[in-house]
Every structure is written in structure tokens, then in C-alpha cells.
């Protein structure tokens, strides 16, 4: 049987221990619990437990073991009350707005975060008559202007996708506060391995489970850290309403998937900054954006944030003339990678480009490309486990063509 952990222990150790609850024949490795429904032992049980005056499973949208552990395990590593699991990072977003949001309130977001957010907040939530601000992700002057006596909630993503852009989680906390709203951060970039948000003053973290909590690129998954009354009490109805549940073998994935967090973020910190100094150097590189450089806007912040690390993202311009060639040689970069895996998705263990222009961001307008600093050049790299000589290798098969 699974022992009481002891207290005050350390991410690493959290990261494989944390969340695993006594079962019923002992094992150490993690349950896989694939029901759709828990039996009850009488009807006057069953009804406590539906009315939620008595712990215990009922129903797979309501709640499993698996997506429990996974929940419990992340809670431990950001160092919030509780957590809850969605079905992809998207849908952690959708439940933060649902429960959090209703008709005239007024969201603030950085205007440089991922396309498909953006487009949730601009476009969908308008639809149910809230109102969105994007403003600087960097200027915390214009964070505080645009806030109204309608602001219920500060959006950030830090870094963000893919300009690695780091807002001062601080001063956002406190200017939430000020304005008696909430700040939630996408953690996505950093994990709890490098960046824990809540300690910063964050009340609420939100993850996209698919990428490093993962690490491995195999499943879908989402969550929401932060204290119970607002994970348990407010957004759980809400997933428990509208089905945005986390499958259990997703979780299961995701769980075991964290037990590595730690040394993946390490060594895929190591070979991004390797990366990151290399491509600084090559004659057809216009620009580097990795918050691990000196050169980085916001580096001597995002080493304080990111526990000295920055991360496994590097994003790059290439050099080329008007839109038209610059599009056309970032292309001619990423086709001729032969190792470097073209897809949209990151934080696998596997090294990804992609051109977010076109990809990730293709679905904003060219305004809003415009406001986030994406341009036609741009590509991102998100930098896996392979060697860090065979990664430049593969870069430099098309930086070359240039």
C-alpha cells in the first residue's frame, strides 16, 4: 500500500510520487482505471455521493482515479490547493472562461499569445457579450490602462508561443489584485519544472498537458491549477456540465509522463541554448528569440521566473527581403530538414519546426500577426533530446541554401 508522503519534498521527488492513492492490490506503478461508471454499494450511498456530500466515483465525467492521480500529481508540482484535468489546453481555457466569465465582463490578454487563444477570447467569448482587451505582453503600463471596472481576469502567457515573449508575473499579479480580478498564466512553455506561476502571485495556472507535461507527443490533455475554491467549486461544475472531461488513459499518460519532467526540461533547456547561441552566429540568421541569450529583451527576468533556464522553444527570423522571400526561404528552411520532425506541436522529445505564420497563427489576421511580431521569416523550433550536433546538422542543410 502506498505510504503517506513525507512533507516538504522536492520537485523531482514530487514528480514521481505525488498523487498516487492506496489501491486495492498494491501495485507501484500507477492504476489505469477505463470505466465509464463506479458501483455503489446501496442507493443511499450512491445518493450522497451524486449530491457530493460524500466522497467517491460515480461517473466518468464527474471523476476517475486516473485523472484524479494526474490532477493531484500536477496540483503538487505548481504548489496550488488543487488542480482539474480537461481534455486538451484549449478546453482548460474554455473551462477558465465559462467558469470565471459572463456577459459584460472584460478580459485582458497579451497580444502575443498562441493564434487558437487569441481567437477564443476575440471571436468566440464576444459572442456571449464579453470583451477583450490585447494589449503589450511586456509593458505592464499598458496592462494596468486597460483595465476597467469590468475586469474580472488577466490572461498571460510567459513565455509565449513563439516569440518567447516573458511578462513580469509579479507585476501582473499585483495589478489583477488592484483591479479585484484574477491572473492565470499559461504555463505551457515552462512547466512547473523551470516556472511556478503561484508563487509569483498567479491565482490560477493553466496547462496544455499535450506538450511537456507529456513530453512524449502521444496524447491530448489539459488542466487548471489553483485553489480549491475556484478549481473544485467553480470549475468543476462546469466540466461536470458541459463534458470537457480528461480521459483516463490520457491522464494515465500524462502522469507517468511527469515523472521525467524534471530532467527532460533540463537537458532540452541545454540543447535550446546551445541551439540558440549557434544560430545567433549564422550569417543568414536575422534574429534569435530564446529568453536563455543575453540578448533577450527580458533574459535577466526570465532566468529569475524560469529557475535560470529558458526553456526548450527557440524561435528565429531568417533573413530574405519582402514577405514574399522571406516566406519562401523560411519554407526552403524547414523542407530541407531531414531529422527535425514539420509539425505544430511541441515539447515531445522529438525536435519540431514549424512556421507559425502559416501554422499555429495562420488563422489570425494579418493585424493581429502583425501586433504579436509574426512575420513571414519566422520559424520556431522547439528542441527535443537529439543530439545537439545533429539538430544544427539538420538547420544547416537549408540555412545554407539561403
Given at each position: 500500500?502506498?505510504k503517506?508522503?513525507?512533507?516538504?519534498?522536492?520537485?523531482?521527488?514530487?514528480?514521481?510520487?505525488?498523487?498516487?492513492?492506496?489501491?486495492?492490490?498494491?501495485?507501484?506503478?500507477?492504476?489505469?482505471?477505463?470505466?465509464?461508471?463506479?458501483?455503489?454499494?446501496?442507493?443511499?450511498?450512491?445518493?450522497?455521493r451524486?449530491?457530493?456530500t460524500?466522497?467517491?466515483?460515480?461517473?466518468?465525467?464527474?471523476?476517475?482515479?486516473?485523472?484524479?492521480?494526474?490532477?493531484?500529481?500536477?496540483?503538487?508540482?505548481e504548489?496550488?490547493?488543487?488542480?482539474?484535468?480537461?481534455?486538451?489546453?484549449?478546453?482548460?481555457?474554455?473551462?477558465?472562461?465559462?467558469?470565471?466569465?459572463?456577459?459584460?465582463?472584460?478580459?485582458?490578454?497579451?497580444?502575443?499569445?498562441?493564434?487558437s487563444?487569441i481567437?477564443?477570447?476575440?471571436?468566440?467569448?464576444?459572442?456571449?457579450?464579453?470583451?477583450?482587451?490585447?494589449?503589450?505582453?511586456?509593458?505592464?503600463?499598458?496592462?494596468?490602462?486597460?483595465?476597467?471596472?469590468?475586469?474580472?481576469?488577466?490572461?498571460?502567457?510567459?513565455?509565449?508561443?513563439?516569440?518567447?515573449?516573458?511578462?513580469?508575473?509579479?507585476?501582473?499579479?499585483?495589478?489583477a489584485?488592484?483591479?479585484?480580478?484574477?491572473?492565470?498564466?499559461?504555463?505551457?512553455?515552462?512547466?512547473?519544472?523551470?516556472?511556478?506561476?503561484a508563487?509569483?502571485?498567479?491565482?490560477?495556472?493553466?496547462?496544455?498537458?499535450?506538450?511537456?507535461?507529456?513530453?512524449?507527443?502521444?496524447?491530448?490533455?489539459?488542466?487548471?491549477?489553483?485553489?480549491?475554491?475556484?478549481?473544485?467549486?467553480?470549475?468543476?461544475?462546469?466540466?461536470?456540465?458541459?463534458?470537457?472531461?480528461?480521459?483516463?488513459?490520457?491522464?494515465?499518460?500524462?502522469?507517468?509522463?511527469?515523472?521525467?519532467?524534471r530532467?527532460?526540461?533540463?537537458?532540452?533547456?541545454a540543447?535550446?541554448?546551445?541551439?540558440?547561441?549557434?544560430?545567433?552566429?549564422?550569417?543568414?540568421?536575422?534574429?534569435?528569440?530564446?529568453?536563455?541569450?543575453a540578448?533577450?529583451?527580458?533574459?535577466?527576468?526570465?532566468?529569475?521566473?524560469?529557475?535560470?533556464?529558458?526553456?526548450?522553444?527557440?524561435?528565429?527570423d531568417?533573413?530574405?527581403?519582402?514577405?514574399?522571400?522571406?516566406?519562401?526561404?523560411?519554407?526552403?528552411?524547414?523542407?530541407?530538414?531531414?531529422?527535425?520532425?514539420?509539425?505544430t506541436?511541441l515539447?515531445?522529445?522529438?525536435?519540431?519546426?514549424?512556421?507559425?505564420?502559416?501554422?499555429?497563427?495562420?488563422?489570425?489576421?494579418?493585424?493581429?500577426?502583425?501586433?504579436?511580431?509574426?512575420?513571414?521569416?519566422?520559424?520556431?523550433?522547439a528542441?527535443?533530446?537529439?543530439?545537439?550536433?545533429?539538430?544544427?546538422?539538420?538547420?544547416?542543410?537549408?540555412?545554407?541554401?539561403?
Open positions: 500500500m502506498q503517506k508522503l513525507p512533507p516538504n519534498l522536492h520537485i523531482d521527488t514530487l514528480a514521481v510520487r505525488a498523487g498516487i492513492e492506496p489501491s486495492q492490490y498494491g501495485e507501484n506503478s500507477e492504476a489505469l482505471y477505463l470505466t465509464s461508471g463506479f458501483l455503489q454499494p446501496d442507493a443511499e450511498t450512491a445518493a450522497r451524486f449530491a457530493g460524500e466522497e467517491g466515483f460515480t461517473y466518468g465525467r464527474t471523476s476517475n482515479p486516473s485523472v484524479t492521480a494526474f490532477e493531484n500529481r500536477l496540483a503538487a508540482l504548489g496550488t490547493e488543487a488542480a482539474i484535468g480537461a481534455s486538451s489546453g484549449m478546453g482548460a481555457i474554455l473551462m477558465m472562461g465559462m467558469g470565471l466569465l459572463k456577459a459584460g465582463d472584460h478580459v485582458i490578454c497579451s497580444n502575443s499569445m498562441f493564434g487563444t481567437n477564443l477570447f476575440a471571436k468566440e467569448f464576444a459572442k456571449f457579450g464579453v470583451e477583450s482587451s490585447f494589449v503589450s505582453q511586456t509593458d505592464a503600463a499598458q496592462w494596468r490602462a486597460a483595465v476597467k471596472p469590468t475586469t474580472k481576469l488577466l490572461f498571460a502567457e510567459t513565455p509565449t508561443n513563439p516569440l518567447t515573449d516573458v511578462c513580469d508575473i509579479r507585476a501582473l499579479a499585483d495589478i489584485h488592484n483591479a479585484g480580478a484574477k491572473l492565470a498564466v499559461d504555463n505551457c512553455f515552462c512547466s512547473p519544472a523551470l516556472q511556478r506561476p508563487e509569483l502571485g498567479a491565482d490560477l495556472i493553466v496547462h496544455s498537458g499535450t506538450k511537456y507535461l507529456d513530453g512524449q507527443g502521444r496524447v491530448m490533455a489539459g488542466a487548471i491549477c489553483g485553489p480549491a475554491s475556484l478549481v473544485v467549486d467553480v470549475f468543476g461544475p462546469v466540466v461536470r456540465t458541459a463534458g470537457m472531461v480528461l480521459a483516463p488513459f490520457n491522464a494515465w499518460v500524462v502522469l507517468k509522463g511527469m515523472e521525467t519532467l530532467i527532460r526540461m533540463q537537458a532540452q533547456s540543447n535550446a541554448l546551445a541551439v540558440a547561441r549557434w544560430l545567433e552566429t549564422h550569417p543568414a540568421v536575422g534574429r534569435v528569440y530564446y529568453p536563455g541569450l540578448s533577450h529583451p527580458q533574459h535577466e527576468l526570465a532566468m529569475r521566473q524560469q529557475s535560470g533556464l529558458g526553456g526548450a522553444v527557440v524561435s528565429f531568417v533573413r530574405g527581403g519582402d514577405a514574399a522571400a522571406l516566406r519562401a526561404n523560411a519554407f526552403r528552411v524547414i523542407d530541407c530538414a531531414q531529422l527535425i520532425s514539420i509539425a506541436n515539447g515531445d522529445t522529438k525536435s519540431i519546426i514549424t512556421h507559425p505564420a502559416t501554422t499555429s497563427h495562420g488563422r489570425l489576421t494579418e493585424a493581429q500577426r502583425q501586433a504579436a511580431g509574426i512575420g513571414q521569416g519566422l520559424i520556431r523550433l528542441v527535443g533530446l537529439e543530439h545537439i550536433e545533429d539538430i544544427k546538422a539538420d538547420l544547416v542543410r537549408g540555412l545554407e541554401t539561403l
